[in-house]
C-alpha cells in the first residue's frame, strides 16, 4: 500500500518544532484590522502552538512531515 501524502494546504500552514510541537499562526489577521485594538493586532501576529488535542486529530495528516 504506498505512503499518506502530506496535505499540501496543512503543509503551507504549520510547522513543526524540533521538540515535537506544532506551530500555528493565528486567525482574524486577514482584515477588519482597524476595528480591534493595537495590542490585539500585535497579539495575533506572534505564532502560537497547536493544543495537544488539535495534534491528535490531525496527527494522520502531519504524520509525514514529522
Known amino acids: 500500500m504506498p505512503k ?3 496535505h ?3 503543509k503551507k500552514r ?3 518544532t ?3 510541537k506544532v506551530k500555528r499562526s493565528h486567525a482574524y489577521t ?3 484590522a482597524t476595528n480591534k485594538t493595537s ?3 500585535r497579539n495575533l501576529h506572534k505564532s502560537a ?3 495537544s488535542r488539535d495534534v491528535k486529530r490531525i ?3 502531519i504524520s509525514n512531515m514529522r
Open 4 to 6: 499518506q501524502k502530506t
Open 8 to 10: 499540501s494546504g496543512l
Open 14 to 16: 504549520i510547522k513543526i
Open 18 to 20: 524540533a521538540t515535537g
Open 30 to 32: 486577514g482584515h477588519f
Open 39 to 41: 495590542k490585539q493586532n
Open 49 to 51: 502552538i497547536m493544543d
Open 59 to 61: 496527527n494522520s495528516v
